[in-house]
């Protein structure tokens, strides 16, 4: 790998922390269980690499690897996105039936 | 011209995420942001699968089938009340990925591996490892399948730094020579044994922090798995979950005044026992009549949740305890503290579940100056949250926590299941004060009795 490709992985790396920063310290602790979930759906993405290992079929011992690891990222992928939203469509600002007096 | 559109498909998913993750810092914006991500992976999924690598598909479409089954089938029936363990053991799933991704690049190239490109696959598979095995223990606990409290054993510290010790220098060897396989496998083993001795001795009601390191580790362990296939979604992603994770951590360790390598090496439990004295009085028994009659006539009721409430599944019973006191008129407000429950926002979901509005949900900071003109505190569950021990007395193993200080309202009752010390093993001398009344029994139960007594009253 070219020393060049090497510094840019790193400017990526260093860059996407301090943006993940400043968006997530945006998160209301209200929505942190969300956050988490959401987070952990998002970095099934290491899908994209079990992918790989699994179609390049070049020995059947990457392949099974491969076929395991595409297993655990698509459940956390399908599981924590519909997970987050589960959760996400109960958050209301209002009751439904709004039966609010304070003092008469 | 195929490779552009593979690299743009990446970079499109990667602006998608940080749209989707920013749509999450309001509620309301927090499921199309949400949308968006899911988007970008549907787009990362398909350029991936048009790579030129990729020959053969039967593997792939096999585990995805599998996956969305299994991902499905969690994600629709999995009780809220259950979001810690799941939590745990996605993290666990993720890890393993990482790890098992690591495994096969290194059964594939081994030697030929150059410096840099071993060290990412080094810190993929250490840290994939580790976490796999250290939220399986987690889930093991959270499910109850392990008793929740502390594993200890003499020396546990420094045999547990040691073997830490040795799976770093196989690390450190395979670096300056990728060839020796028997190092990498031995990295392995031991960062699987490492996971478990590390959670092992801690107690289920550390679990926030706990659960929000491992998530750190997970997402970590997919950004190495980006450095090592030089792929910048996967760093992207992978970042913003590590990092999304060590704020959280960061966020539980402020709320118990603790230090991550206090609560990794402490051992909560098995300390506290040795200090559980607090001169004595007597702690008062309240019946759910009473405490009804000034429930329904309060002007202002706090609600403070606990890891109680979710074991009791106690949420929707309080909310209709709730809708019959504000149908009085009464004002209710449900106080959060950051390490409520077992994981970050867990007391939040369970009540946004039982559809209370979360303009009713209240942090530390903005009930605390409350409680002064509270008529009555109801702490469901709750413990160490309201703890007066750790503002009053500096010896206390908890001292310094911020609590939601509850024994500032003119009358607090707490409903507890039976007068043992929960599940930190601390006494709590809030319980004795004059204001504080104790109401035994399941919270489920209490709640009930409590809502028919209101509409009695």
Same mark, same amino acid.
């Given at each position: 790998m070219s020393s060049e490709t090497v510094i840019a992985t790193f400017y990526v790396f260093i860059l996407a922390a301090f943006l993940g920063y400043q968006v997530i310290s945006r998160v209301p602790p209200l929505l942190h269980t969300p956050l988490m979930s959401a987070t952990n759906a998002i970095s099934g993405i290491s899908l994209v690499g079990s992918l790989v290992t699994a179609g390049a079929h070049q020995t059947t011992v990457s392949a099974v690897l491969g076929f395991v690891a595409v297993v655990c990222s698509t459940t956390n992928v399908v599981g924590g996105f519909v997970i987050t939203d589960r959760m996400l469509k109960m958050f209301k600002r209002k009751a439904t039936p709004p039966t609010k007096k304070s003092e008469d | 011209m195929k490779t552009y559109f593979i690299e743009f498909s990446y970079l499109l998913a990667s602006i998608l995420f940080i749209l989707g993750l920013r749509g999450l810092s309001h509620p309301e914006t927090a499921r199309r942001g949400m949308h968006l991500a899911e988007f970008g992976m549907v787009t990362a999924v398909i350029g991936t699968l048009?790579? &030129? +690598?990729?020959?053969?598909y039967e593997w792939i479409i096999a585990g995805l089938l599998l996956g969305s089954t299994i991902g499905l089938a969690m994600g629709i029936w999995v009780p809220m009340t259950a979001m810690p363990q799941r939590t745990a053991l996605s993290h666990a799933f993720g890890a393993l990925a990482a790890s098992l991704v690591g495994v096969s690049e290194y059964y594939l190239h081994g030697a030929k591996l150059g410096e840099f490109r071993m060290g990412a696959l080094g810190f993929e598979v250490l840290l994939g490892s580790l976490t796999t095995t250290g939220s399986l223990v987690a889930f093991a606990k959270l499910q109850g399948l392990v008793p929740g409290t502390p594993f200890t054993y003499k020396g546990q510290n420094i045999f547990n730094l040691s073997l830490l010790a040795v799976t770093i220098g196989c690390f450190l060897v395979l670096f300056f020579n990728p060839g020796t396989a028997v190092l990498f496998y031995l990295m392995l083993g031991l960062a699987f044994i490492f996971g478990i001795l590390l959670v092992l001795p801690i107690g289920a009601a550390d679990m926030p922090v706990v659960i929000a390191l491992l998530n750190s580790y997970a997402g970590l362990a997919s950004a190495a798995t980006g450095f090592a296939i030089s792929n910048n979604v996967l760093i992207i992603a992978g970042t913003l979950d590590g990092g999304s994770g060590f704020i959280l951590s960061i966020v539980m360790c402020k709320a118990m005044n603790r230090s991550i390598t206090n609560v990794l090496f402490g051992a909560f439990g098995s300390v506290s026992t040795a200090t559980a004295t607090t001169g004595g009085g007597d702690m008062r028994e309240a019946n759910a009549e009473d405490v009804a009659v000034q429930l329904a006539y309060a002007r202002q009721a706090v609600f403070v949740p606990g890891y109680g409430m979710a074991t009791a599944q106690a949420q929707h019973a309080l909310r209709e305890l709730a809708n019959a006191l504000e149908d009085r008129g009464v004002t209710v407000k449900y106080a959060i503290h $950051?390490? =409520?429950? &077992?994981? $970050?926002g867990h007391m939040n979901v369970l009540l946004a579940e039982a559809?209370? $509005?979360?303009?009713?949900l209240y942090e530390l900071d903005h009930i605390n100056p409350e409680f002064p003109s509270t008529d009555i505190a109801v702490v469901i569950g709750a413990n160490d949250v309201v703890n007066t021990a750790a503002r *009053?007395? =500096?010896?206390?193993?908890? =001292?310094g926590m911020p609590i939601l +200080?509850? *024994?500032? =309202?003119?009358l607090v009752v707490v409903l507890k299941r039976g007068r043992g010390k929960g599940f930190s093993g601390l006494d709590n001398p809030l319980f004795y004060k004059a204001n504080c009344e104790m109401l035994y029994g399941d919270a489920k139960e209490s709640i009930v009795r409590l809502t028919q007594a209101v509409h009695e009253a």
């Open positions: - | 048009l790579q &030129r +690598e990729i020959i053969s $950051p390490v =409520a429950g &077992r994981m $970050p559809n209370v $509005p979360y303009s009713q *009053d007395n =500096a010896n206390s193993p908890i =001292a +200080e509850v *024994d500032k =309202a003119k």
